[in-house]
């Protein structure tokens, strides 16, 4: 586990809003319980909302992490919640009802002498329910920088999110919403992102991050359309940009211009390669 990961989510502040994709349990739990047991010595209170596992399997991970999870239910700093009481309850899911929950939540917290509250949930659960617009809908809800004085890290199991049709532009919407983004895997990324093309970064490339950009681009290009064709967009995106586009809002508007229907392929290109730079891949 790269040291910046953990040290950037024992640092997190009231309001933070984190997004971590992960592939293995053990090490969601590194990460995740390293933020909530940092929040409980600094005299905070924590909360876990289960899906991938059951609330009994997060608190035997917790108990051999090194958490007193008696101690600290009994003194009400730390909740082990089952998704189904707090996301998608028998009505359904309500945006509402659970933003009024967290809002509950904090002000117990405070009134009970708690310094501040983390907390984070287990999202994938959304995707098991089908229920991803209301996701979306929810994040962009709390968006990059949340409106509650709390701190909370979004986590997503990444083989099962990337099994629904379309992940690709889901999961570009879903770092649009967040402050900083944690990918849990083979390269360990911390990327504390200002704009989604920031995901295609690599400090070890040495190379600027327009440079990784067009070099995504024009490498999905070149794929789908080999080269002489690649090219012929390339020099056409400048005369009609002033120069190559450099955001995928432009990339991608470009394309919709350039070629229509046909652009969805090589967009979800472009987002695969910038997304294998940091080993957030299938």
Same mark, same amino acid.
């Given at each position: 586990?790269?040291s ?6 024992? !640092? ?7 997004i971590?994709f +992960?592939r293995?349990q053990?090490?969601?739990?590194q ?9 409980l010595?600094? !005299? ?10 059951s609330?009994?399997?997060i ?7 090194? =958490?007193?999870?008696? #101690?600290e239910?009994?003194r ?6 089952? +998704? *189904?009481?707090? +996301?998608?309850?028998?009505?359904g899911?309500?945006?509402?009802r659970?933003?009024n ?14 310094? !501040? ?11 098991d ?8 809908? +929810? ?5 990059? *920088?949340?409106?509650l ?14 099994d ?11 770092? #649009? ?5 944690l ?7 911390? =990327?504390?992102?200002s ?12 190379k600027?991050?327009?440079e990784?950009?067009q070099?995504?681009?024009?490498k999905?290009?070149d ?10 967009l390339v020099y056409?995106?400048? %005369?009609?940009?002033?120069?190559r586009?450099e955001?995928?809002?432009?990339t991608? %508007?470009?394309?919709?211009?350039t ?10 290109? =472009? ?12």
């Amino acid at each position: 586990m790269r040291s910046e990961i953990l040290s950037f989510v024992i !640092g997190m502040k009231p309001s933070d809003h984190a997004i971590m994709f +992960y592939r293995d349990q053990d090490e969601k739990h590194q990460v995740l319980f390293t933020y909530l047991r940092e929040g409980l010595k600094r !005299g905070e209170a924590a909360a876990y909302v289960a899906a991938d596992e059951s609330p009994r399997e997060i608190e035997a991970a917790m108990k051999r992490f090194g =958490i007193d999870v008696e #101690r600290e239910t009994k003194r009400n700093a730390l909740k082990i919640i089952h +998704y *189904r009481d707090w +996301y998608i309850t028998d009505e359904g899911f309500n945006k509402d009802r659970t933003v009024n929950l967290w809002k509950s939540l904090l002000k117990k917290s405070l009134q009970g002498g708690f310094e !501040g509250l983390r907390v984070t949930g287990e999202m994938t659960c959304f995707f098991d329910h089908n229920l991803i617009e209301d996701l979306i809908d +929810y994040e962009r809800f709390l968006h990059r *920088r949340l409106s509650l004085p709390l701190a909370a890290i979004c986590a997503y199991d990444t083989k099962k999110a990337m099994d629904v049709r379309g992940w690709e532009f889901i999961f570009l919407s879903l770092i #649009r919403m967040h402050s900083a983004t944690l990918i849990v895997g083979p390269k360990n990324e911390l =990327i504390q992102a200002s704009s989604p093309e920031e995901i295609g970064i690599l400090e070890s490339t040495g190379k600027s991050l327009n440079e990784t950009f067009q070099e995504c681009v024009y490498k999905s290009l070149d794929k789908i359309l080999g080269r002489q064709a690649a090219d012929v967009l390339v020099y056409a995106a400048k %005369r009609r940009c002033r120069g190559r586009p450099e955001t995928l809002e432009e990339t991608f %508007r470009f394309l919709d211009e350039t070629i229509g229907l046909g652009s969805l392929v090589l967009k979800r290109r =472009i987002l695969r390669n910038l997304y294998s730079k940091v080993g957030l891949e299938p």
